[in-house]
T-cell receptor, first 113, second 114 residues
Framework: DQQVKQNSPSLSVQEGRISILNCDYT??????FLWYKKYPAEGPTFLISISSIKDKNEDGRFTVFLNKSAKHLSLHIVPSQPGDSAVYFC????????????FGSGTQLTVLP | DTAVSQTPKYLVTQMGNDKSIKCEQNLGHDTMYWYKQDSKKFLKIMFS???????INETVPNRFSPKSPDKAHLNLHINSLELGDSAVYFC?????????????FGSGTRLTVV
């Protein structure tokens, strides 16, 4: 049972445009959400996170939006750069669970020059 | 100076063999994890140790045995390897009450069982 879903396995965007990566979750106990970025042959690296008490968090070119009623979050990258080409994983955590992270299956983002 | 280091990076071995993957973190974290990335690219938690104590043990065959000699190390031993064990295994670490940035991952060990 996938509690975190990334329904788009891949996304291509033009350099300079906006990239929007989506993530849905089913577990209403999740109260913290993170995005990780992964390059080939490397481990995932933390990108940005958001607590369930917020609906938006911004860090430079990266913004995460959380819609709790829809159990949906999205990652916006503006402007997209070729170096952003990577696999992006959405992850979620519930308090009291030793902060175990549950991951989605990832979305391969390709930014075309 | 690598924060979470795993060895080896690649491991090719025959069915039935026993192998170990080592993980060390120098971040001062008190919790370490093993995740498996399968062929469908999902990252699934296998085990978690907090201060050398097992706190998460997902449904994993008992051929997989984690060992934590101290809170900076978490090794994974796999007995009687099977073809289906082929995957990328990631070690990670965090503070038990991490705030904001989750885990720090190692670069992964690609295990191929032939």
């Amino acid at each position: 049972d996938q509690q975190v879903k990334q329904n788009s396995p891949s996304l291509s965007v033009q350099e300079g445009r906006i990239s929007i990566l989506n993530c849905d979750y089913t577990n209403s106990m999740f109260d913290y959400f993170l995005w990780y970025k992964k390059y080939p042959a490397e481990g995932p690296t933390f990108l940005i996170s958001i607590s369930s008490i917020k609906d938006k968090n911004e860090d430079g070119r990266f913004t995460v939006f959380l819609n709790k009623s829809a159990k949906h979050l999205s990652l916006h990258i503006v402007p997209s750069q070729p170096g952003d080409s990577a696999v992006y994983f959405c992850a979620a955590s519930a308090s009291g669970s030793a902060r175990q992270l549950t991951f989605g299956s990832g979305t391969q983002l390709t930014v075309l020059p | 100076d690598t924060a979470v280091s795993q060895t080896p990076k690649y491991l090719v071995t025959q069915m039935g063999n026993d192998k170990s993957i080592k993980c060390e973190q120098n971040l001062g974290h008190d919790t370490m994890y093993w995740y498996k990335q399968d062929s469908k690219k999902f990252l699934k938690i296998m085990f978690s140790y907090n201060n050398k104590e097992l706190i998460i043990n997902e449904t994993v065959p008992n051929r997989f045995s984690p060992k934590s000699p101290d809170k900076a190390h978490l090794n994974l031993h796999i007995n009687s390897l099977e073809l289906g064990d082929s995957a990328v295994y990631f070690c990670a670490s965090s503070s038990i009450q991490w705030g904001g940035n989750g885990y720090t991952f190692g670069s992964g060990t690609r295990l191929t069982v032939v």
